[in-house]
C-alpha cells in the first residue's frame, strides 16, 4: 500500500524490474504525474468511473476557487496546491499571475488575503464554501484509473 500519488512511480520502478504490476490511483494524480514524468512509459489501462452523489461534480475536480470573477485573475494571486502544480501551470498558462505553492491548506491562503484565487481538489465543496469561495472553473474531473505497462 502506497500514497496514491505515489502508484505510478512505484508502477515505473517495479516494472523497470521487470515485475508485473498495475495500481490504482486518481487520473488527477497520474496525470499530474505523467506531465512531470513524459518519458514514463506506465499509462491507463482502465479507466473506473467514479460515481458520487455527495460529490459537487459526481467526482473529485480540481478546480479554480476565489471569491472575485474569473475576469479578475489576471495580475492576481493564485494558491495552488503542490500536488496538481503541473496542471494548474497549464490552466494558467492564459492567465499572467503570480503563483505561490502549498501543501495543503489553500483556502487559508485567500481567507488570509495571501492569494486571491485557490487551484486544489475539490469534492463536497464544503472547505471550499467554509472559506467563502466559489468554483469559478472546473479544470480537471478524476475518475479512478488502473495504471501499467
Not at 505510478?8 to 505523467?34: A, M, N, Q, R, W
Not at 470573477?69 to 490552466?91: D, G, M, R
Not at 485557490?118 to 472547505?127: A, E, L, N, Q
Amino acid at each position: 500500500m502506497v500514497r496514491a500519488e505515489d502508484v505510478p512511480l512505484f508502477v515505473d520502478k517495479l516494472s523497470d524490474k521487470g515485475i508485473d504490476c498495475v495500481g490504482l490511483t486518481g487520473e488527477d494524480l497520474f496525470s499530474e504525474y505523467k506531465l512531470r514524468n513524459i518519458k514514463s512509459k506506465t499509462k491507463i489501462i482502465q479507466k473506473i468511473s467514479w460515481n458520487d452523489k455527495n460529490a459537487l461534480f459526481g467526482k473529485p475536480a480540481i478546480c479554480l476557487l476565489g471569491k472575485k470573477s474569473l475576469s479578475e485573475l489576471k495580475n492576481s494571486i493564485v494558491a495552488i496546491n503542490k500536488k496538481y502544480s503541473e496542471i494548474a501551470e497549464t490552466f494558467l498558462t492564459k492567465f499572467p499571475c503570480e503563483k505561490i505553492y502549498f501543501n495543503g491548506c489553500t483556502e487559508t491562503a485567500v481567507e488570509t488575503n495571501i492569494a486571491d484565487y485557490v487551484i486544489d481538489i475539490v469534492y463536497s465543496g464544503r472547505s471550499a464554501k467554509e472559506a467563502g469561495l466559489c468554483v469559478l472553473e472546473k479544470i480537471f474531473s478524476s475518475d479512478i484509473v488502473a495504471v501499467g505497462k
